[in-house]
């Protein structure tokens, strides 16, 4: 059983375009993540929601807004992508804070 | 605020040889810090994890990683190279408080020489 799962797996659009990301965990777990790994490999921590507060990191753009609609869900949603949004993007889940995260298999996003 | 620096974007190591993988993190308040494994087009899996107990944390795959608060260092380990450890090796931090979530290095490639 897959316990965190993200669809679309690859993801080809046209700038401009609006475009969502679905991840779901059935781990039970309090707080959900989404991260950004850059063609660098670089990753970067863009939101972690739970069900008392969401967390922004103050870089993204707002275009980007997740979505949950319930605990085991966040989704992802992107409005007017640009070519700098092509990346390889993770959902993650713990059970609190300082717990270990397990991540899903990652959404390729490529914005020609 | 916390950062983690890796020393090394590639190491190569033989076959059988020891393996190290230098992590040095910043944090203000007790860390809690993990090493990651991500193999090609694949999502991150757990090495190990440091969250206060013993310094020294032994994780899957033989892999061990020993923290060092005087050094501000969690270096990662394993006796003895095998091909199938080939991949990229993420060292991460967080403080544990509400979900801010995992701050990265930038990750250390690890080549294996037959």
């Known amino acids: 059983d897959t316990a965190v799962s993200q669809t679309p797996k690859y993801l080809v659009t046209q700038m401009g375009n609006d475009k969502s990301i679905k991840c779901e965990q059935n781990?039970?777990?309090?707080?959900m993540y989404w991260y950004k790994q850059d063609s660098k490999k670089f990753l970067k921590i863009m939101f972690s929601?739970?069900?008392?507060?969401?967390?922004i990191n103050e870089t993204v753009p707002n275009r980007f807004s997740p979505k949950s609609p319930d605990k085991a869900h966040l989704n992802l949603h992107i409005n007017s992508l640009e070519l700098g949004d092509s990346a390889v993007y993770f959902c993650?889940?713990?059970?609190?804070?300082?717990?270990?995260?397990?991540f899903g298999p990652g959404t390729r996003l490529t914005v020609l | 605020a916390q950062s983690v620096t890796q020393l090394g974007s590639h190491v190569s190591v033989s076959e059988g040889a020891l393996v190290l993988l230098r992590c040095n993190y910043s944090?203000?308040?007790?860390?809690?810090l993990f090493w990651y494994v991500q193999y090609p087009n694949q999502g991150l899996q757990l090495l190990l994890k440091?969250?206060?107990?013993?310094?020294l944390v032994k994780g899957i795959n033989g892999f061990e990683a020993e923290f060092k608060k005087s050094e501000t260092s969690f270096h990662l380990t394993k006796p003895s190279a095998h091909m199938s450890d080939a991949a990229e090796y993420f060292c991460?931090?967080?403080?544990?408080?509400?979900?801010?979530?995992?701050?990265f290095g930038k990750g250390t490639h690890l080549i294996i020489q037959p």
């Open positions: 993650a889940s713990s059970q609190q804070g300082s717990d270990e995260q397990f």
């Open positions: 781990l039970g777990h309090d707080t």
């Open positions: 929601y739970n069900n008392k507060e969401l967390i």
């Open positions: 944090s203000s308040v007790p860390p809690y």
């Open positions: 440091y969250t206060s107990a013993a310094t």
């Open positions: 991460a931090v967080t403080s544990g408080g509400g979900a801010d979530g995992l701050t």
